[in-house]
């Protein structure tokens, strides 16, 4: 094809190392049992394993395939490995991975509807299908008020929920002048960090978030919220926006969805619902109770990459009125004028997020939807509830161990009655093992171990070994 | 392997399925100068092709990779042709191509160090090596008081800058209470829509962000910068960030980095350069030119996504002290302590960017610098300078076309001379034609076509074809 000089891969090329990637991705999988879960290595030496400076002349694939090997295995810490139980899964799967390289193929920027109409309408399609998948309230979807859109993270959906309510609150006026100061924003003491990165982001103030009390659960107490409210408006500030929490990153709590979006329609705020990891359970009907009271809800985010089999980064962020969406984030230069954007027939998601380019993310969802089929989404999300709840019953029965919450999902936070410091130890060294990879957290001030189910190919043999290896560590520590 | 009962698709069916996808990317980039480069489909005609809900049993492969031909590819408007000439380049490469996959397939996390170690490491690494191909000061490398990271996009990117220089300026009271407000902000008139957008999301108010005159050539007048920073001065308010633009969206004019540099200085202003596309022609030392007086700014960023042959997302910061970055974005909940960031040795990139979660995305990158080398990229990126000014010498030598400016790198801004409607009718039945692609933009006040070369696969004899293509079809309208 080519008359010119080139550089470029050929074509054949491609089609012989792109073979040889994937051949290694399934080999990578064939063998990931057989990883130390979590990386052994120390600070600086992947660097030190790299060249000080980039190659004059370019390098063989081969070579570049070889040091994947030799130089980044060692350094990568094994999230799709069926031992990894800590933080929250991000899950991967083949028909996820295939979609992703098909976006990479394409190389689309889904900016605006006429820059790739496929790229915008699959989107807002898929978006539309998983508001039925999750039970959530129709007016999520585009074809009423609402409407869902891709973003990176939870992080940066929260941020643009945080900064849609800023701008309703104030009549759009952060656009034109400086921010109006004393606005107040809620979550619960569980809430994600993200929550206080965004209001650092918007101007807001961390001084202005407000961190509400929970209950025995570790989820907010509405009386709290009402009271702090109440107090907020007797000292002239502004409520104007709560984050309530389905399934919160500590210890997977829900925070009281109805009387929290009661509290936010009398008072006017704005409820956005960050369901992050727990939301993918409600495709199964008998989880689909955390999502009752979503119809008091502004906006609404969980994500895909984190327990839907989607790998990273896919965040689905929905807003019940897309318009203060749109008024709070577009800007309209000559240079992305069209007649399409114009006839306010279609979506353009540039206005729905912070960044102005997008990939063409929803391929992947699509494939992983189309692949598994709801069945096959309820099925694993199913297994990997019982084999937590299996875990759970096992801590229970356990003489040296006990559970710090009761855990309504996928998500066991337990610990040794041995003590803080005995619980640290016990975790380096099941961590440092390489046989599984769990996290802490603290609970009622005390170090908590977290055991979370939600990677794809995590089996019973997994938990069950996860367990044993728990209880063989704990009882050589007891020993010495 | 498996005991259980599974939806999975099976790492058989990986591998085949895997090299279908590879192939069918493949046969796309050998078929791609056959297809209309702009879709041709009508606002909702994806979606009317698509089952309105999800399906309940999972569907076959190959039914998915069919649709891909049949639903999807008609509605993408194709980034990667030859033919491409609209907005800027985001050109893609096998070996990125690639290097995305394998990220895709290690599923890791790179929030923090110790959740894969690897992942910051050659980000830190590769992103230093960039520091030396163009050019830039030494202040921003890692191992001196700076540092780069990747970003999604240009106006993440700015965005975070933006925070960072609100903090300095408040002395990070924006974090304590409700940002101070009359602060200011400056970008010539030409700049980025993103940083209109960046100063809405950080509370700055869309009022105080001050629009600088430019010069003949699109470039920010530094007289006009200082003359507006002083009579805010006078009005109380607090001059706090400059954003300057190496080759601006409109007509890639360079702002005079040495004279703005030299009056941020003198003021104590945060200094942010925009480079999005035309940064990478500083990988060619006779372009590098376009970085004088980078030592002066406080920070950076070019898109190894646009014109670097890095699919999308790829976006390259850097920060001349990240210490300021670092302060302004932290947060640090228990769930994320680990020792290695009590060390204090490592870095912990989600410090360094909005979301908390990242993908590995420093594979992709450092398999097209490998790939390519130094030489292959100076070579690639020269032609298209070449070829874009030939373009531009033929608009000079046409009797009914003109420069609307003297095109600095691959940007040919131009006008036939029948005028706005001329102009815009011509656009229009280009781009209907589905032989190439191009935008438009507005300088001086007048309609002006935009022709950027910088597609991968774009060589003399595509250049030329436009070229041919715009005169038949300008000489066919003037006969009408």
């Not at 029965?397 to 041995?418: I, M, W, Y």
């Amino acid at each position: 094809m080519s008359e010119e000089k080139s550089y470029h891969m050929t074509p054949e090329a491609f089609r012989r190392y792109g073979r040889a990637v994937v051949d290694w991705i399934a080999d990578y999988y064939d063998r990931i049992e057989s990883l130390p879960v979590l990386s052994r290595l120390k600070p600086g030496q992947v660097r030190a394993a790299l060249p000080s400076g980039p190659p004059v002349k370019g390098e063989s694939f081969e070579k570049i395939l070889k040091d994947i090997d030799e130089v980044i295995l060692p350094g990568v810490t094994h999230w799709q490995s069926p031992n990894f139980f800590a933080y929250f899964p991000a899950n991967a799967s083949g028909p996820s991975i295939l979609g992703d390289l098909l976006s990479s193929g394409f190389g689309v920027q889904g900016m605006l509807w006429t820059t790739s109409p496929a790229c915008t309408e699959l989107e807002t399609h898929v978006l539309d299908w998983l508001v039925d998948m999750l039970g959530l309230p129709a007016k999520f979807k585009s074809s009423e008020t609402g409407g869902g859109v891709l973003q990176d993270t939870a992080s940066s959906a929260s941020l643009c929920a945080l900064l849609a309510a800023r701008e309703r609150a104030t009549g759009y006026q952060c656009n034109e002048k400086g921010c109006v100061e004393r606005l107040i924003a809620y979550a619960s003491n569980q809430a994600h960090s993200s929550i206080e990165k965004g209001v650092k982001i918007a101007g807001i103030g961390r001084k202005n978030l407000r961190l509400i009390d929970v209950d025995d659960g570790f989820a907010m107490r509405p009386d709290a919220l009402a009271q702090q409210i109440r107090q907020d408006r007797e000292a002239g500030r502004t409520p104007f926006f709560v984050c309530a929490t389905v399934g919160t990153t500590s210890s997977n709590a829900i925070d009281p969805l109805p009387a929290i979006g009661e509290i936010c329609r009398k008072e006017g705020l704005w409820l956005h619902v960050d369901a992050a990891m727990s939301g993918t359970a409600a495709v199964c009907p008998e989880f689909r109770h955390i999502h009752e009271g979503m119809e008091l809800a502004n906006s609404y985010c969980f994500n895909p990459h984190k327990w839907m089999f989607t790998n990273f980064d896919c965040d689905c962020f929905y807003v019940a009125d897309r318009k203060v969406l749109i008024q709070t984030l577009s800007v309209l230069p000559e240079y992305l004028r069209n007649k399409a954007t114009e006839s306010g027939a279609v979506i353009d998601y540039r206005d729905w997020h912070i960044p102005l380019g997008r990939r063409f993310r929803a391929l992947k969802l699509w494939f992983v939807i189309r692949h598994y089929g709801v069945e096959g989404l309820q099925y694993h999300v199913r297994r990997h509830v019982e084999l937590a709840q299996e875990f759970a019953s096992w801590v229970e029965e356990s003489d040296h161990f006990e559970l710090a919450t009761k855990p309504p999902l996928n998500l066991v936070c337990f610990r040794h009655q041995g003590g803080d410091e005995f619980n640290k130890r016990l975790m380096d060294r099941l961590n440092r093992s390489g046989d599984l990879y769990l996290t802490h957290t603290t609970l009622s001030n005390r170090f908590t171990l977290r055991f979370c189910v939600g990677q794809t190919n995590t089996e019973a043999r997994h938990v069950a070994q996860a367990w044993r290896r728990i209880r063989e560590a704990a009882a050589k520590l007891e020993s010495e």
